[in-house]
């Protein structure tokens, strides 16, 4: 089990120093997400309901995280190292949970940007707004890498991962709204968290047979 843990956080860093070293999701993302929330507070009308600014920021987080999915398996796919790392021998779940804590780490940093600009341009966030996105980022990336990496060996991979993530991301959307605007919110942070732990446990353990396929 130790052994586990101790790949996953070397496949983990990998990821993490090539986009210090490369820079190319990161930026891409905080721009993408401040982009869209300073278009649309132009854009939207002067009264619009909070049900609304909070619908635009889930939209907003779930399109920025689509965005980093879609480079997850980018340097493996271009430098054919893909294979590399099924052949490895170490558990191939590992490679799901080191680009899962990866994309999780990137996803964080462009919300921590986001949220005080949502705050500034629309509406004040709440902690029920926070806890609710924490529980969204992790059933993001646990499906989405497990998505992203059958969309890697695919020819239309771009087109591919959002036709197979937006459908399974739609529960989130509609538990993070819940939780931003309902008197309480409890109910919806308890449906995000079972979406996390099911999902979880379905990307952990089909992910071998995805990547080895």
Same mark, same amino acid.
């Given at each position: 089990?130790?052994?586990?843990?101790? +790949?996953?956080?070397?496949?983990?860093?990998? $990821?993490?120093?090539?986009?210090?070293?490369?820079?190319? #999701?990161?930026?891409?993302?905080?721009?993408?997400?401040?982009?869209?929330?300073?278009?649309?507070?132009? %854009?939207?009308?002067?009264?619009?309901?909070?049900?609304?600014?909070?619908?635009?920021?889930?939209?907003?987080?779930?399109? #920025?995280? @689509?965005?980093?999915?879609?480079?997850?398996?980018?340097?493996?796919?271009?430098?054919?190292?893909? $294979?590399?790392?099924?052949? %490895?021998?170490?558990?191939?779940?590992?490679?799901?949970?080191?680009?899962?804590?990866?994309?999780?780490?990137?996803?964080?940093?462009?919300?921590?940007?986001?949220?005080?600009?949502?705050?500034?341009?629309?509406?004040?966030?709440?902690?029920?707004?926070?806890?609710?996105?924490?529980?969204? +980022?992790?059933?993001?990336?646990?499906?989405?890498?497990?998505?992203?990496?059958?969309?890697?060996?695919?020819?239309?991979?771009?087109?591919?991962?959002?036709?197979?993530?937006?459908?399974?991301?739609?529960?989130?959307?509609?538990?993070?709204?819940?939780?931003?605007?309902?008197?309480?919110?409890?109910?919806? @942070?308890?449906?995000?968290?079972?979406? $996390?732990?099911?999902?979880?446990?379905?990307?952990?353990?089909?992910?071998?047979?995805?990547?080895?396929?």
């Amino acid at each position: 089990m130790l052994s586990y843990f101790e +790949d996953t956080a070397v496949l983990a860093r990998k $990821d993490l120093r090539l986009e210090l070293r490369a820079r190319d #999701t990161l930026p891409a993302m905080l721009l993408f997400v401040l982009s869209v929330l300073a278009v649309f507070h132009f %854009a939207l009308p002067s009264g619009s309901s909070r049900l609304a600014a909070f619908g635009l920021l889930w939209v907003a987080i779930i399109f #920025t995280a @689509l965005l980093g999915l879609g480079r997850a398996f980018v340097a493996e796919r271009e430098q054919g190292l893909l $294979d590399a790392l099924v052949l %490895a021998p170490v558990d191939r779940s590992t490679i799901w949970l080191a680009k899962g804590i990866a994309t999780l780490a990137f996803l964080l940093v462009a919300e921590l940007v986001a949220l005080p600009a949502f705050a500034l341009f629309f509406t004040p966030v709440s902690w029920a707004t926070i806890a609710g996105v924490l529980l969204a +980022d992790l059933g993001i990336c646990a499906v989405g890498v497990l998505l992203s990496a059958m969309a890697a060996a695919g020819r239309a991979r771009e087109l591919l991962l959002p036709l197979l993530f937006l459908p399974l991301a739609l529960p989130i959307v509609i538990g993070g709204v819940g939780a931003s605007v309902a008197e309480s919110s409890g109910r919806y @942070l308890a449906f995000l968290a079972l979406y $996390d732990a099911i999902f979880a446990l379905l990307a952990w353990a089909s992910f071998e047979y995805v990547v080895t396929e």
